[in-house]
């Protein structure tokens, strides 16, 4: 259970992200384009990446591997650094609210 102050923190960073392109915040998390991108587990926003910056944000001790179900994720992490979520969030929305390669021709 996420704590008062994660959970204003999650809601700050939706209300910042609500005038992105698709985004909305549901029960499950942030959305873009009806695809789950981020949301607070406990005290830490999860979010999805490429599978590189992933590797590199849990390399470095930014982030840890996102285990769900007993299965490590090559893509979603989470990251206890509040300070981190903004910037995260939005680069997971980009990641995953690009359209795919040849996807709007």
């Known amino acids: ?7 204003e923190a999650f809601e700050n960073l939706a209300l910042s992200l609500r005038d992105e392109d698709g985004v909305t915040f549901e029960p499950s998390g942030l ?37 769900s179900e007993g299965h490590p994720s090559r893509k979603w992490v989470s990251v206890a650094d509040v300070q981190l979520w903004d910037e995260l969030a939005r680069e997971s929305h980009e990641f995953v609210g690009e359209p795919p390669i040849g996807g709007q021709s």
């Open 1 to 7: 259970m996420a704590s008062r102050a994660a959970t």
């Open 31 to 67: 959305v873009v384009h009806g695809k789950l991108f981020a949301f607070l587990q406990g005290e830490r926003l999860v979010v999805e990446l490429p599978e590189s910056r992933s590797r590199d944000l849990v390399t470095r001790g930014v982030a840890a591997t996102f285990v």
